[in-house]
C-alpha cells in the first residue's frame, strides 16, 4: 500500500519554492506486431488490469489520485468568476443573428489594406488569401465562389488519391460544393451576399454533424449506428452567413490522439513538410487551412486538439472558453471540457468566424452564468489600448523545456513583439503540480471519451477501432469513481493559482 500523502490547500503553497520538474513519461515504445500483441494483452481480463496498474503506478498516477488528500472540492464543470467590465472590447450579442456579429466583429478590425493585398508582388510566392481578401476580389468581380471552387476541388481529389493517400477531407461531394458556390455567386450578382463570409471556404471536423455528409469521428462504423439529421448548431449559424463547406475534414480517431495520425482513411500529412504529422487531433482542418484551400475551418478541442495542429502547421487556432459554443451535433457534446473552436490563417479571420459560430447553448447559459461574449476592438486608433491591457503569463522553466531552441526562440520573439509593437505585459508565474493537473485533466476527458463510445464498444465495435485508440480506452476503463472525483478537486485547485 502507498503511503497517504496531504496537500495543503493551494492558497498556502508557497510558490517561490517550486521547482519545475520535467516529465518523464516510463512506458514502451512499440511498433508494428509487438504493439498489435501488447494491445491484446492490455485488453485481456486479468492480466491486462495488472499490466496497465503496473504502468500507472510506475508514472505515480496512483500516489497522485487515489494516496492524496485533496482539500479542495470538485468542480464537475467549468465555473465562471464574476470578471470586471474590460476596456477597448465590443460585446457581441449571443441571440441575435450569426450575420449581426460578424458585421460587428468586421468594424472591430483595421482597415482592409487594399494596396498591400493586391500589390501584384510574388515575392513570397505563396500567401494566404484572408477572408476580406475573396470578400474583395468577389465584391470587386476579380473571382466569383464558382471559379474559385473550381480550382479547389482537383487539388482536394488529387490529396485522397495519393498513394498512400493523404486525405485532407475524409467525406467530399464536388458536386455539393460546386451547388454552394453557384448559389452564393448569384447572390453576388444579386448584389445581395449574406455576410463578410459569403463565398468563403470551410472544412468541418469529421466529429461535427454537417449535412449531407455523415460524421465519422475518423472511424470506419460511426455512422452506421449514429444518424446526422441537421446540421450541427455551429454548421448552421455559418451556413446562414454564406459560408460554403467543403466537407468533413480529417481527424485522429474519435479524437484520442494528437499526431493527427489515421489508419482508417490515410493521415493528413504537413503541408509545409509532407514527412511529418500535423498534430491531432484536429488534423485535417488545420491541413486543409495550412495548405490555403480553405480560409477557416472547425475543430473540436478538449486537451489541445485545435490548438496543436495549428501550432505544427503555422496556422491560429482558437480554444474558446468552455460553454462559449453551442455543442449540439458533435460527437463530443456531453462533456465538461470539449469545445467547437475555429482554425484560420490569421487572427482576424479566427475572430469573424468566432462571431459567427459563439452562442451557448440554454443549458450552458442557465447553469455557467457566463458573462456577455466580446472581441478586442483593433482598429488601427483603438488596437493598442485593447491590447495594451493584456498580461502574458510566462513560466519561464517550463518555457525552455523544449528540444530544440528553435522553437523557443521564435515563441520568445512573438512575446517580443506582442510587447514592443503591443504594449502587453509579460509577467513571470509559476504553475505548481503539473504532472497532477495533467493526470487530472486525462482522468476528466479519458473518462468522458469512454462514455461516449462504451455502448457501442460493448456491442461488439472495439474490435474495429484503431490499436492506438484501443490502447487509450483500455487505460480510461482503469479510472475509478475515486480516481474522478479526485481529478475534479484538482480542477478546482488548479485554478486557485491563478494569479
Not at 488528500?69 to 457581441?92: C, Y
Not at 482576424?348 to 472581441?375: F, H, K, T, W
Amino acid at each position: 500500500m502507498g503511503k497517504k500523502r496531504v496537500m495543503v490547500p493551494a492558497q498556502e503553497v508557497d510558490l517561490s519554492i517550486v521547482k519545475y520538474e520535467p516529465e518523464a513519461i516510463q512506458a514502451p515504445h512499440l511498433t508494428g506486431f509487438l504493439f498489435k500483441f501488447f494491445v491484446s494483452i492490455i485488453e485481456a481480463p486479468v492480466i491486462g488490469s495488472l499490466l496497465i496498474s503496473y504502468l500507472k503506478k510506475k508514472n505515480k498516477f496512483i500516489e497522485m489520485l487515489r494516496n492524496t488528500e485533496i482539500p479542495e472540492a470538485p468542480m464537475f464543470k467549468p465555473e465562471f468568476p464574476p470578471q470586471e467590465p474590460e476596456h477597448g472590447v465590443v460585446t457581441l450579442h449571443e441571440d441575435g443573428k450569426p450575420e449581426d456579429r460578424v458585421e460587428s466583429a468586421l468594424k472591430c478590425l483595421p482597415d482592409y489594406d487594399l494596396p498591400g493585398s493586391w500589390n501584384g508582388n510574388q515575392d513570397p510566392p505563396f500567401k494566404y488569401w484572408k477572408i476580406r481578401d475573396y470578400a474583395y476580389a468577389y465584391r470587386s468581380g476579380l473571382a466569383t465562389p464558382s471559379i474559385v471552387a473550381e480550382r479547389i476541388i482537383p487539388i482536394i481529389e488529387d490529396f485522397s488519391s495519393k498513394k498512400p493517400p493523404q486525405p485532407l477531407l475524409i467525406s467530399f461531394d464536388a458536386e455539393e460544393v460546386r451547388k454552394q458556390a453557384a448559389a452564393s455567386t448569384k447572390r453576388f450578382e444579386e448584389g445581395k451576399p449574406l455576410s463578410i463570409l459569403d463565398g468563403i471556404f470551410m472544412a468541418i471536423k469529421d466529429d461535427i454533424d454537417c449535412l449531407p455528409h455523415p460524421s465519422k469521428s475518423g472511424s470506419t462504423w460511426m455512422h452506421q449506428v449514429r444518424s446526422v439529421k441537421k446540421d450541427a448548431v455551429c454548421v448552421s449559424r455559418l451556413r446562414s452567413c454564406g459560408v460554403i463547406l467543403l466537407g468533413k475534414a480529417n481527424m485522429h480517431e474519435f479524437g484520442m490522439g494528437t499526431t493527427g495520425n489515421n489508419p482508417n482513411f490515410g493521415t493528413a500529412r504537413n503541408p509545409h513538410a509532407p514527412e511529418r504529422y500535423t498534430g491531432g487531433s484536429s488534423s485535417g482542418p488545420a491541413a486543409i487551412v495550412a495548405s490555403g484551400l480553405s480560409s477557416a475551418a472547425l475543430g473540436t478541442d478538449g486537451g489541445g486538439s485545435v490548438r496543436i495542429p495549428s501550432s505544427l502547421c503555422g496556422v491560429v487556432g482558437f480554444k474558446t472558453t468552455y460553454g462559449r459554443t453551442d455543442m449540439e451535433g458533435s460527437l463530443c457534446d456531453a462533456g465538461t471540457v470539449e469545445i467547437i473552436g475555429p482554425i484560420a490563417s490569421t487572427v482576424e479571420d479566427v475572430m469573424l468566424v468566432y462571431a459567427a459560430i459563439l452562442g451557448s447553448s440554454l443549458a450552458n447559459r442557465n447553469s455557467l452564468q457566463p458573462s456577455a461574449p466580446c472581441l478586442p476592438i483593433l482598429s488601427a486608433r483603438d488596437s493598442l489600448n485593447a491590447l495594451e491591457s493584456l498580461r502574458i503569463g510566462k513560466y519561464t522553466t517550463w518555457f525552455n523545456d523544449v528540444n530544440s531552441t528553435d522553437i523557443s526562440d521564435q515563441c520568445e520573439d512573438i512575446l517580443g513583439l506582442l510587447c514592443k509593437a503591443h504594449g502587453c505585459r509579460m509577467v513571470e508565474i509559476v504553475i505548481p503540480e503539473l504532472q497532477e493537473m495533467r493526470n487530472a485533466h486525462l482522468v476528466s476527458i479519458g473518462s468522458e471519451m469512454l462514455c461516449s463510445v462504451n455502448p457501442d464498444c460493448e456491442d461488439g465495435k472495439a474490435a474495429r477501432m484503431t490499436y492506438d485508440t484501443r490502447t487509450s480506452l483500455a487505460l480510461f476503463r482503469s479510472f475509478t469513481a475515486s480516481d474522478y472525483v479526485a481529478a475534479q478537486c484538482l480542477r478546482r485547485r488548479g485554478t486557485l493559482f491563478l494569479p
